[in-house]
């Protein structure tokens, strides 16, 4: 397998009055997360990428992480280094993110 983790971060936007992740703030997510990745030398083991629906709409901004499953909502900038140290690293979801 050539990565260990993948990060799928919805990019999605859709039309008035459902709330949609492209428009709150998915692409600098998707920045956020390849330069925290490459800042720590991790962009080889793990990628980060833009998706589209992850079909939880109304926790979004959302992003799952493969091959775990564990999908996160309410995601900010802020969050980012956290869910890379703690989770892509250290292998621990960041529980207060997790989407059940």
Do not use: W
Request: proline share 5%.
């Amino acid at each position: 397998m050539k990565y260990t983790k993948h990060v799928f971060v919805c990019t999605n936007d859709k039309e008035a009055p459902k709330k949609c992740c492209g428009s709150e703030r998915g692409m600098e997510l998707v920045n956020a997360f390849k330069e925290g990745l490459k800042a720590k030398g991790l962009d080889i083991e793990i990628r980060a990428q833009r998706a589209g629906c992850l079909d939880t709409c109304g926790k979004g901004p959302s992003v799952v992480v493969y091959p775990e499953g564990v999908f996160y909502g309410f995601v900010t900038p802020e969050d980012v280094n956290e869910i890379i140290e703690k989770h892509l690293i250290g292998n621990e979801p960041v529980e207060r993110l997790v989407i059940a």
